[in-house]
Every structure is written in structure tokens, then in C-alpha cells.
């Protein structure tokens, strides 16, 4: 009886270290994105591109397990599980492009400087960028190799916000701002900011909560203009301003803190619970603190239902109108004639909007 009851022991074991193992076991986009290889999304990708292998098979199908004794290779490397997480911002400077496979992506050409170059130095873990700059911009943009991190910062539904300030190369018209608060189709496809403002004639602010590629180039150049610069200077709650007093210069660096990386995580949390819902006018968008002023001396107001006798009594500068300033027109008319133009030749070179029945100024 005694001899019968230990083989249902040793049974019973064998039962519970084959549970052990299934239960170590992880999907395969998961063990990469812990490995710092890419965001959870991003490595299903890697995945189905054939560039994974497992102990020497490739793998191309979602939802393989994997053990911690498998040998994995992401293009002919083995990677590892990392156990120190890293949070970097980076102050990207104009002319490094945000991508880690910069040899696979253009083949052909010359290679560019790449953003995690002026990281590799410093840090031994395998980092990549959450979310993207393009080479011609330049700004703040976050590093890690935590892959549930850049899932959740990443993920459309976080609605995180990113601050943008703008310069073109020639003085804007006064009601862009709010035309891009109302939304843009440019080529078929629509753009809207959070909200946007103007700080002088060449500059505005632009607050975006989707990662539309160039979307503000785009609505930019689709009113006849060029972007000068364009300069991310907040994500989310984070700025250049360093802890303990300063700024982040271009091309540094500096490591979020855990308090800074658990409040971001909460951000986005938050904000999926509680979508944003778009603000189709300057007075709705006067309700959030965007509009208040505070804290931004700079900022200038374009309140075009301002009374008349004070616009009046300020400098009529030909820069103000876009190059409508003296002449038998005012400003003001020259914006109505200009957009009855519009209306009628809708090739003239601006979008207007489909869901938009007159042009506000």
C-alpha cells in the first residue's frame, strides 16, 4: 500500500513540473518585447517578417511559446532577457532619423545618422525609440527596452499628448490655427489637432494626440506654406526642464525617474477610460487651461471676435495679414475674397474641409 502510494507520488510531481514549465512559458512577441527588442506590436511584426528564430527554426506565427531555456535570434543575434529597464529622454537634434534598422529600411542608399547612436554609448541594454521624429524635426522623444512601457505609452487609445511648436517660412494665415482645430483632409485623409494657437506671425503652438506620419507638415504645406522648424518640446507631462533646475540641451539625455514612468503609465491609463473628445471651436477649447495663457508670456492671442475699435488701434503690419496690409482691401477683406475664391476653385492649392460649410477667420 505504502509503495503504491509514492509511484502516485512520483506521478503527481512529474504532473506538476510539466505544469511549472507550460506556466514559465511565454508568447514569443512577448519574450522580445521584455528582451528590448521592440514594442509588443512592433515584434509581431518582426515576427511576420521571418526574422525570428527559435533554436534554430525560423518562426513566423503569432502566438508561439517559448521557455526561458529556448535559444532566440532576431536576425542572426540571440538576445537576451533584460533585467534592468531603462526609461532615457532623448533631445533629438535636427538630421538623425528614429529607427534602429536603418541598413534594412534603405538598402540602397547612403546610411543616416540614427538617434540611438548617440545612446549606445552610454547605456549596454538594447533601447528603442517609443514612437518617432522625423529627420528634419527635432525635439524630445523617449528610449527603453520595457516593452509593456512602450505598448501602453504608444497605444493610440493612450491619447497622450505631444506639444509641437511650429515656425514657417512665411507668415501664416490668422485662422490656420483654429482650421486645424477644426480638422484638415489633405490627399484623403483627415487631420485634427487637440489644439493649436498662435504665438506670433511664423510661429504657433500644435498639441497633437495622434501619430498621423508628418501630420503637421502636411497640413502646413497643404495651406501653400513650409515648415521652417518644427520642435517637440512636451510629451505628456515631461519637458526639457531637467529636476534640479536647467534645460536638456540638443543631443543630451537624461533617464525618467520611477515616479516619472509610473505617472506616465497612469496618464495613459486614465485617458483610455476617459477618451478626449475634439473641441470644434476656439470658445469650446477655452474651457482647458490651453487657452488660459497662464504661464506663457509669449503666447499671443488671435481672438478674431475681439472688438474692432482695439484692432483698430494696434500696428497694422504687413506680416499680421499675410501679405494683406495696405492696399484699397483690408486684411479682414482680403481674407473674405481670397476664400470665395477657394470655394470656387477648389485646385487652388488649399484644403478645405469636407464637413465644413464656410471658412471662419
Do not use: W
Amino acid at each position: 500500500m505504502k509503495q503504491r502510494v509514492s509511484v502516485l507520488n512520483l506521478q503527481d510531481n512529474e504532473k506538476t513540473n510539466q505544469s511549472n514549465s507550460e506556466d514559465k512559458k511565454v508568447r514569443l512577441q512577448v519574450a522580445l518585447a521584455h528582451s528590448g527588442v521592440a514594442s509588443r506590436r512592433a515584434c509581431e511584426k518582426i515576427i511576420t517578417d521571418g526574422r525570428v528564430t527559435v533554436n534554430g527554426e525560423k518562426v513566423i506565427e503569432l502566438g508561439t511559446k517559448v521557455s526561458p531555456e529556448d535559444v532566440i535570434c532576431v536576425d542572426g543575434k540571440q538576445v537576451f532577457l533584460e533585467a534592468t529597464k531603462r526609461y532615457v529622454l532623448l533631445n533629438k537634434p535636427i538630421g538623425y532619423v528614429c529607427s534602429l534598422s536603418e541598413e534594412n529600411e534603405r538598402p540602397d542608399e547612403p546610411a543616416r545618422n540614427l538617434a540611438i547612436d548617440l545612446l549606445k554609448p552610454h547605456f549596454s541594454e538594447r533601447l528603442y525609440n517609443v514612437g518617432r521624429l522625423d529627420m528634419y524635426s527635432s525635439g524630445l522623444i523617449l528610449f527603453t527596452n520595457d516593452g509593456d512601457f512602450a505598448s501602453v505609452v504608444s497605444h493610440p487609445s493612450a491619447e497622450l499628448e505631444k506639444e509641437y511648436i511650429v515656425e514657417t517660412s512665411m507668415p501664416y494665415p490668422r485662422y490656420l490655427p483654429e482650421k486645424f482645430m477644426r480638422g484638415v483632409r489633405v490627399d484623403g485623409v483627415f487631420y485634427k489637432c487637440r489644439f493649436a494657437e498662435g504665438l506670433s506671425s511664423h510661429k504657433m503652438r500644435v498639441v497633437l494626440i495622434e501619430g498621423k506620419n508628418r501630420e503637421i507638415r502636411r497640413v502646413i504645406e497643404s495651406f501653400d506654406l513650409r515648415v521652417k522648424s518644427l520642435e517637440r518640446v512636451r510629451i505628456g507631462f515631461i519637458t526639457a526642464d531637467l529636476p534640479g533646475g536647467g534645460v536638456l540641451g540638443t543631443g543630451e539625455y537624461r533617464e525618467l525617474s520611477e515616479s516619472e514612468v509610473k505617472k506616465l503609465i497612469e496618464l495613459c491609463r486614465k485617458n483610455k477610460e476617459t477618451p478626449f473628445k475634439h473641441s470644434h471651436t476656439r470658445e469650446d477649447a477655452a474651457q482647458n487651461d490651453y487657452s488660459s495663457g497662464k504661464d506663457r508670456p509669449f503666447a499671443r492671442s488671435f481672438d478674431h471676435n475681439a472688438d474692432r475699435s482695439q484692432r483698430r488701434s494696434e500696428p497694422r503690419a504687413r506680416s499680421e495679414y499675410n501679405g494683406y496690409g495696405k492696399g484699397s482691401r483690408s486684411g479682414a477683406s482680403a481674407y473674405k475674397r481670397d476664400a470665395s475664391s477657394y470655394k470656387k476653385n477648389p485646385n487652388s492649392g488649399r484644403t478645405r474641409n469636407e464637413d465644413d460649410s464656410d471658412y471662419r477667420y
